[in-house]
């Protein structure tokens, strides 16, 4: 099994930054992804970001040129958040897929609001 542990969510204000972390841990295996999702109130959980095994990054339109997403050590993931608005407001889920095995974190919330 592997744990995925999120943090650094907060209250920020808008047009400011957050960087979220995602430490994985246990019985760790070779990765097919791993992405960050989130889910506002009242709304269906959405993906954010991901990042392949293979160095393929994609991001959801609301938040290209705003967020980025990295790993390191195939084990960790980051998502950087700059610019942020109300509309970001959310629980931030981090994702690790290894293949036939798919892991989630509990969420970090993020709010932004002034």
């Known amino acids: 099994q592997v744990q995925l542990v999120e943090s650094g969510g907060g209250l920020v204000q808008p047009g400011g930054s957050l960087r979220l972390s995602c430490a994985a841990s246990g019985s760790i295996r070779a990765f097919n992804f791993m992405g960050w999702y989130r889910q506002a109130p009242g709304k269906e959980r959405e993906l954010v970001a991901f990042?392949?095994?293979?160095?393929?990054i994609n991001y959801a339109d609301s938040v290209k040129g705003r967020f980025t997403i990295s790993g390191d050590n195939a084990e960790n993931s980051y998502l950087q958040m700059n610019s942020l608005s109300p509309d970001d407001t959310a629980v931030y889920y981090c994702r690790r897929n290894e293949y036939i095995k798919d892991y989630w974190g509990k969420g970090t919330l993020v709010t932004v609001s002034s």
């Open positions: 990042i392949t095994s293979g160095g393929e």
